[in-house]
């Protein structure tokens, strides 16, 4: 049996580890494509994560979670409010009124949760953008795509974890959320755009296929 035969072997039977490993943890995240533009308005936009059902009041939404919006038109800003049960997540190193522009790979839970990163809930805290003159931990981008992490209760009560991508253009009033994550298991973790994983082992696997054929 040749080396890149038994090599190829090894590789399709991690894949296939890998692969059921990531359908079972993928199978607790809901995701929801929801593509919403955030008018830049003082009330802006108000979004229930679990029914995802938006509208722009609160008495429109039964169980409204954050509010996204403006505080003022003239001024390109962005701020969310969360209601009670809603939380918003900093970065290491950020600290007052501040929602963070959180990396890939970085887990939004508990651990963080314990480790005082979360705003407290029912009040409004601001994404702080990367501008000429400031720069920051966990600072906002324009035209870019950011993520934020966030903790809500759901119609049981239950805390889930969560996160959203938020791309903005070129000031802080060009805003589209995108989608957003959260883990169906209360107080489970969720990943910010996990690590490939099971892709990656699939390339692998060709690669050891084509060795063979040589």
Same mark, same amino acid.
């Given at each position: ?33 929801? +593509? ?11 979004? !229930? ?51 963070? +522009? ?9 651990v963080q949760f314990a480790q005082g990163l979360f705003n407290p809930e029912g009040d409004a805290y601001s994404a702080i953008f990367n501008t000429a003159g400031q720069s ?9 795509? !950011? ?23 070129? !000031? ?10 959260? !883990? ?31």
């Open positions: 049996m040749s080396i890149s035969y038994r090599l190829g072997r090894h590789v399709l039977a991690a894949c296939a580890v890998a692969i059921t490993t990531a359908g079972t943890a993928h199978a607790a995240v809901n995701r929801w494509e929801c +593509n919403l533009s955030i008018p830049a308005t003082s009330a802006g936009l108000f979004i !229930n994560v679990q029914s995802r059902v938006t509208g722009t009041t609160g008495a429109s939404v039964l169980g409204w979670d954050f509010d996204l919006y403006t505080t003022s038109p003239a001024a390109p800003s962005l701020t969310m409010f969360g209601n009670i049960g809603t939380r918003f997540m900093r970065t290491p190193g950020q600290f007052g009124y501040s929602v963070g +522009n959180l990396a890939e790979e970085q887990d939004v839970g508990s920051g931990a966990g600072n906002w981008n324009l035209n870019s795509k !950011n993520y934020f992490g966030f903790r809500f209760a759901a119609n049981s009560g239950a805390i889930h974890y969560g996160y959203g991508r938020m791309d903005v253009g070129a !000031n802080a009033n060009v805003r589209t959320l995108k989608f957003i994550e959260w !883990n169906d298991t209360p107080g489970a973790a969720v990943q910010v755009v996990p690590a490939p994983g099971a892709l990656a082992l699939l390339g692998l696997a060709g690669f050891g296929r084509s060795r063979r054929r040589r």
